[in-house]
């Protein structure tokens, strides 16, 4: 069965402290795995995507399939970088699962 | 162009009430999918079409159901609200191709007394 887990579901750094947020995944075919980012009273959106391997924000994750997972990393954490990010994998065909989801907080 | 739009924001029912929730989009996608939001369980794919005419079911669709008779709409109906579908729901669309990216909507809020 296709799954994505967040273990934390809330994290909470310094500003400018470095920043990982975990992601791992279950799937048996290749995956397109995402990182999606709800900042407080906006919409969900996209946040970067394996496949474009882009830095966004000063964010990067890398697709780890040996360990089948997707962290998403900043070395230097922002306060406006405070929101809900979740990690979602798509399995082909457009269906798209999400994991629970991980509340960062920067404080100042 | 208004993306993804969702109605209403806010309703609230008592259980047994019917209700749909409106999703349309304007930017030609042909995938079109519902979430719903809980605390605790992250977003949990309801139902999702791949193009009008076409339907799935997600990771919990008991209780929903969808039709897509037009590429823009994709209707999410409660035919007999019951407490455990109070949630925040999100529809989202996006086109075709490899990975493609998901736009969601505002958000649709309904509580079931």
């Known amino acids: 069965a296709q799954r994505v887990t967040q273990p934390e579901k809330l994290l909470s750094v310094f500003k400018g402290a470095p920043v990982e947020l975990k992601c791992n995944y279950s799937?048996?075919?290749?995956?397109?795995l995402f990182w999606y980012v709800q900042y407080s009273r906006q919409r969900l959106q996209l946040l970067l995507r394996h496949i474009s391997r882009e830095s966004i924000k000063g964010f990067t994750a890398d697709l780890n399939k040996g360990e089948t997972s997707f962290h998403l990393k900043k070395p230097f954490a922002q306060e406006e970088d405070s929101a809900m990010y979740y990690c979602?994998?798509?399995?082909?065909?457009?269906?798209?699962?999400f994991g629970a989801g991980t509340r960062l907080f920067v404080k100042a | 162009n208004a993306g993804v739009t969702q109605t209403p924001k806010f309703q609230v029912l008592k259980t047994g009430q019917s209700m749909t929730l409106q999703c349309a989009q304007d930017?030609?996608?042909?995938?079109m999918s519902w979430y719903r939001q809980d605390p605790g369980m992250g977003l949990r794919l309801i139902h999702y079409?791949?193009?009008?005419?076409?339907?799935d079911q997600g990771e919990v669709p008991n209780g929903y159901n969808v039709s897509r008779s037009t590429t823009e709409d994709f209707p999410l109906r409660l035919l007999s609200a019951a407490p455990s579908q109070t949630s925040v729901y999100f529809c989202?669309?996006?086109?075709?191709?490899?990975?493609?990216?998901?736009?969601f909507g505002e958000g649709s809020r309904l509580t079931v007394l």
């Open positions: 079409s791949v193009g009008a005419g076409i339907t």
């Open positions: 799937y048996s075919g290749s995956p397109e």
């Open positions: 930017m030609n996608h042909e995938y």
């Open positions: 989202a669309s996006a086109t075709s191709g490899v990975a493609g990216e998901l736009f």
């Open positions: 979602a994998l798509s399995t082909g065909g457009f269906k798209t699962i």
